[in-house]
């Protein structure tokens, strides 16, 4: 998802973190959480977006809604083209994206594994990222 700040709002702390509700132009409200370290003592979210504090409202980014509801910026070095990049049984990616993407693997082998097992695996690539971004996107 991409949005843009129309206001951030620190809403309280958790442990060593900050949490930082943003209100984005398009009406949604996400929790964001920021730590507190020694460059950023205060746990301000202009900094770990890396932008400066004039530059917050009115920022645009790409950010994903982890299974809590809370958010989670997504990277510019995570990118790989306009899609993150995500690495299956790594720290990285998610446990639903990863059932999704085997889900979308065993119906498509079994669908056409016989026929066209050469183009399974990209079939299925597109498949998983279509129904990625169609459940993310409902309201």
Known sequence: ?????????????YQNMVINEVTFKHGEKV?????????????????S????ESELNGYTFEYELTPTGNGKVVREDSMNGSA??????????????????????K??????????GDQVLSGTVEHFEFLRNYLNNIK
Do not use: W
């Open 1 to 13: 998802m991409k949005g843009t700040i129309v206001i951030v709002e620190k809403s309280g702390t």
């Open 31 to 47: 929790k964001f959480f920021t730590k507190k370290t020694s460059a950023n003592p205060e746990g301000d979210m202009h900094t």
């Open 49 to 52: 977006l890396r932008i400066s």
């Open 84 to 105: 993150p990049t995500r690495k299956f049984g790594g720290g990285s990616g998610s446990t639903n994206d990863s059932i999704l993407l085997q889900v979308c693997y």
């Open 107 to 116: 119906e498509n082998m079994q669908a056409y594994g016989k026929d066209f």
